[in-house]
C-alpha cells in the first residue's frame, strides 16, 4: 500500500515557478514508476511527466523543456519543477504510483494523491 500526499501548488504568473512535491508512505517506494498528470476543467486527464525506479524520465511535448522530474528514493519523494509557466498549465495535478514502467507511461497508476491545484496567471 502506497498512500501519496502533494503538495506545493499555488497561484503564479506567467513565465514564473513552482515546485511541486509528493510525499509517499510505504516502504517500497523505490520498486515504484511515480509521475505526475493533470487535469484541467473540461480536458481530458494530461500525463505530464513520469519518472521510472531507476530515474529514466520521460515528460510531455507539452511541458519538455520546461518541467522536471525527480525523485529522492531515501526521503520517498518525488517532485516536479515547473519553470516558464503558461496560463495553459492550469489545471490540478496529481502524482501517481504505478508498479512499472510501462504502466506509468500509460497513465495508469495503482495510486494516486489528493491533487494540488496550479493556477498560472496572464
Known amino acids: 500500500q502506497v498512500q501519496l500526499v502533494e503538495s506545493g501548488g499555488g497561484l503564479v504568473q506567467a513565465g514564473g515557478s513552482l515546485r511541486l512535491s509528493c510525499a509517499a508512505s510505504g516502504r517500497t517506494f523505490s520498486s515504484y514508476a511515480m509521475g505526475w498528470y493533470r487535469q484541467a476543467p473540461g480536458k481530458e486527464r494530461e500525463l505530464v511527466a513520469t519518472i521510472s525506479s531507476r530515474g529514466t524520465t520521460y515528460s510531455a511535448g507539452s511541458v519538455k523543456g520546461r518541467f522536471t522530474i525527480s525523485r529522492d528514493n531515501f526521503k520517498n519523494t518525488v517532485h516536479l519543477q515547473m519553470n516558464s509557466l503558461k496560463p495553459e498549465d492550469t489545471a490540478v495535478y496529481f502524482c501517481?504510483?504505478?508498479?512499472?514502467?510501462?504502466?506509468?507511461?500509460?497513465?495508469?497508476?495503482?495510486?494516486w494523491g489528493q491533487g494540488t491545484q496550479v493556477t498560472v496567471s496572464s
Open positions: 501517481y504510483a504505478s508498479s512499472d514502467w510501462g504502466r506509468a507511461l500509460r497513465n495508469e497508476s495503482d495510486y
